[in-house]
Nanobody
């Protein structure tokens, strides 16, 4: 599957932004989907993930502010980001893996989008 992320941009602290990720094929019952992010000089970190049946997991730093969702009919993945902080600045990547296994484990994801830049200014 090929993934195309979009929706990044420059916003101010406290603003909201929604990222989108388009998959090239049907992901329902085949792929778990996730968002990761990588800030300059840091490791790529888990943000949120969602199973085909919509069970979700969110990282500690974003829980309560970010919400992951997917539209299986459209082969789309979303990340609604509210109350953005300067420390959320990073390149955000969408990813996919065959269903099952650990949602937050970066190494389990086989497919990655190209990334979209999110910059939050103070």
């Amino acid at each position: 599957v090929q993934l195309q992320a979009s929706g990044g941009g420059l916003v101010q602290a406290g603003d909201s932004l929604r990222l989108s990720c388009a998959a090239s094929e049907n992901t329902y019952a085949r792929y778990d989907m996730a968002w990761f992010r990588q800030a300059p000089g840091k490791e790529r970190e888990f943000v949120a993930a969602i199973r085909s049946a919509h069970a979700t997991s969110h990282g500690d730093s974003v829980r309560g502010r970010f919400t992951i969702s997917r539209d299986n009919a459209k082969n789309m993945l979303y990340l609604q980001m509210n109350r953005l902080r300067v420390e959320d600045t990073a390149v955000y990547y969408c990813a996919a893996k065959p269903v099952g296994g650990y949602l937050a484990e970066r190494g389990e994801y086989n497919y990655w989008g190209q990334g979209t830049q999110v910059t939050v200014s103070s």
